[in-house]
């Protein structure tokens, strides 16, 4: 950990250290030809959503195509790989979430080093993970879920959408910070874990609020707490784990824009702004504020100091509850 922390790092100064005064202005040929946009899911997903909503700006405002090309696997591996390894040029451009700084760490064997293989552009969002049960668990807040949890040892069940994601490492982290356990049910996707909370298979599910708005606001499930550094203007009543007790449990879901390492500073630099007038733009903004994102844009210094704690926090919660990469 302590080598991709030393990789990392020495990005992070190159950039604080070219934004100080080592670039004058972005390349303006940059881009002359078609850019090729990976995402690591499929098609119609809210990583998918986002990318192509921000692509389509930067394709109308900077006068080539930024094309979405889906290349979902190995836990979002393939396409970071695919990145990884691309040529450092502006032209190949890939859209990270927590699972790549959770991956660093999870994984033992993977081809690349996504500390030291990719650079940080810009952030796009920030979507809060909420904490809800289904109706039949006895509980409205966090303090009551956890005397409930201690109450009935081995069966309490907290869905995820799959071994390792954002959705299960928020789990673990909050047994870890609480001492709480719960007996964790992987599934392949949010969509069959949400399905299963809602008929009572599982008791508990911490994960974006977006997914699980509309089973919220119809009464389906009970929402005992967001998992972000504040309240939601969606659920301006939840509130947070930290404000009921219980700090160092954000967990919230985000979503930024990287490229490969060694790509040329004022191309990043000319991919940055464009994403910050993005996000400033106001059909964009309205869209991912109605989706229940708060828009975050940034520097590229910024974007790696938060991904560098992101890294350093779920690489620990990997390592205190023993989590693998296969079952």
């Known amino acids: 950990m302590r080598r991709l922390l030393r990789g990392f790092t020495a990005i992070v100064v190159v950039c604080a250290a070219l934004g100080a005064g080592g670039v004058a202005r972005a390349d303006d040929d940059y881009p002359n030809h078609a850019v090729r ?3 690591g899911y499929p098609p119609g997903g809210s990583t998918d959503i986002v990318a192509r909503l921000i692509g389509q700006y930067l394709s109308e405002h900077l006068g080539q195509q930024f094309a979405v090309e889906n290349k979902p696997g190995a836990g979002n591996n393939l396409a970071t790989e695919t990145a990884a390894h691309s040529p450092p040029d502006g032209y190949t451009v890939f859209l990270v979430n927590p699972a790549n700084t959770i991956n660093a760490t999870l994984y033992k064997n993977l081809s690349f080093d996504f500390i030291r293989d990719m650079a940080p552009v810009a952030g796009f969002i920030r979507v809060p993970n909420v904490m809800e049960v289904n109706p039949n668990v006895p509980a409205h807040t966090v303090r009551e879920f956890i005397d409930y949890a201690k109450a009935n040892p081995g069966k309490v069940n907290m869905a995820s959408s799959g071994i390792g994601t954002s959705v299960h490492l928020s789990g673990a982290l909050f047994m870890m910070m609480t001492g709480v356990d719960m007996v964790h049910v992987p599934y392949r996707g949010a969509a069959p874990a949400l399905t299963d909370l ?13 997914v699980l708005i509309a089973q919220i606001q119809a009464g389906a499930l009970v929402p005992i707490g967001m998992a972000a550094d504040k309240r939601d203007a969606l659920l301006p009543d939840v509130p947070t784990l930290s404000e009921q007790g219980y700090p160092n449990t ?9 490229a490969p390492a060694k790509t040329p500073p004022a191309v990043i630099a000319k991919l940055n702004k464009a994403v910050g007038d993005a996000l400033n733009d106001p059909e964009v903004h309205d869209k991912l504020v109605k989706a229940g994102a708060t828009p975050v844009g940034g520097t590229p210094e910024a974007l790696g100091a938060f991904m560098k704690s992101e890294f350093e926090k779920w690489g620990k919660v990997v390592a205190e509850r023993g989590i693998k990469d296969t079952p």
């Open 37 to 39: 946009w990976l995402v």
């Open 250 to 258: 954000d967990a919230s879901n985000w979503y930024a824009l990287l």
């Open 198 to 210: 809602l008929g009572g298979q599982v008791q508990v599910l911490a994960a974006d609020l977006p």
